[in-house]
T-cell receptor, first 114, second 114 residues
C-alpha cells in the first residue's frame, strides 16, 4: 500500500511568485485536505477536496486554490506569494468524510519565500 | 470558533519517567478528539482518538480520556522511551464542519534522554 506522497519536498520562491504543490493520496482514499504548518506551530486547515470539488475551506485568502483529479491526486496553488506563506504544507488523505478524523499525512513540502 | 490549547514544550524527560501533556479544547458541538505524533523526519501520524465523552483512547502505551466536564483530553504514558521523542499534537474534529477538518493545538515537543 502506497502512502501519501508530496512533491517537491523543498522549494524556494520569491515574493510575488506563484507555486504549485502536488500530492498523491493513499491508495483507496477519495478525500484530500491541505494544511499549512508554520514553524513551531500546529497545522492549520486550508481546504478539503472530495470527488474533485472543494468541500470546506479554512481562513485562507482566495490566492490559495486547489484541484483534485479523477485519480484523487491533488494540487495546491498559491499565487502572489508573501513572506508569511513560508511554511510546511501538508497533504492528508482519508477514505471517509465525517467523524473518523483519521487522516494520513504526507511528509510535506517546505516552502521558503524570500 | 473551535480551538485547542496544549502545554508548551519542550518537555525533557529521562527514560522510564512518566509523561503527561495537557490539552483543553473549545468547541460548539460534540467533537471527536485526537492525538497526532510527528517523529523526526516523518509525517504526522494518528496516535489515538476518542469520539465521545468518557471514551479512552490508547495506543503504544499512551492513553487519553475524553473529559467533557473539563473539556480536556490529556495524554499520558507511564514509562517513556527514547523512541517516544517527537512532537505531539492534540486536535479536534467536528462532523458539522468540513468533513475531516482538524483543528490542531500548537504542539508539544518531547525529548526523552537515555
Amino acid at each position: 500500500e502506497t502512502g501519501v506522497t508530496q512533491s517537491p519536498t523543498h522549494l524556494i520562491k520569491t515574493r510575488g511568485q506563484q507555486v504549485t504543490l502536488r500530492c498523491s493520496s493513499q491508495s483507496g482514499h477519495n478525500t484530500v485536505s491541505w494544511y499549512q504548518q508554520a514553524l513551531g506551530q500546529g497545522p492549520q486547515f486550508i481546504f478539503q477536496y472530495y470527488r474533485e470539488e472543494e468541500n470546506g475551506r479554512g481562513n485562507f485568502p482566495p490566492r490559495f486554490s486547489g484541484l483534485q483529479f479523477p485519480n484523487y491526486s491533488s494540487e495546491l496553488n498559491v499565487n502572489a506569494l508573501e513572506l508569511d506563506d513560508s511554511a510546511l504544507y501538508l497533504c492528508a488523505s482519508s477514505t471517509l468524510q465525517g467523524r473518523s478524523g483519521e487522516l494520513f499525512f504526507g511528509e510535506g513540502s517546505r516552502l521558503t519565500v524570500l | 470558533g473551535d480551538s485547542v490549547t496544549q502545554m508548551e514544550g519542550p518537555v525533557t524527560l529521562s527514560e522510564e519517567a512518566c509523561l503527561t501533556i495537557n490539552c483543553t479544547y473549545t468547541a460548539t458541538g460534540y467533537p471527536s478528539l485526537f492525538w497526532y505524533v510527528q517523529y523526526p523526519g516523518e509525517g504526522l501520524q494518528l496516535l489515538l482518538k476518542a469520539t465521545k465523552a468518557d471514551d479512552k483512547g490508547s495506543n503504544k502505551g499512551f492513553e487519553a480520556t475524553y473529559r467533557k466536564e473539563t473539556t480536556s483530553f490529556h495524554l499520558e504514558k507511564g514509562s517513556v522511551q527514547v523512541s517516544d521523542s517527537a512532537v505531539y499534537f492534540c486536535a479536534l474534529s467536528e462532523y458539522e464542519a468540513a468533513g475531516n477538518k482538524l483543528t490542531f493545538g500548537g504542539g508539544t515537543r518531547v525529548l526523552v534522554k537515555p
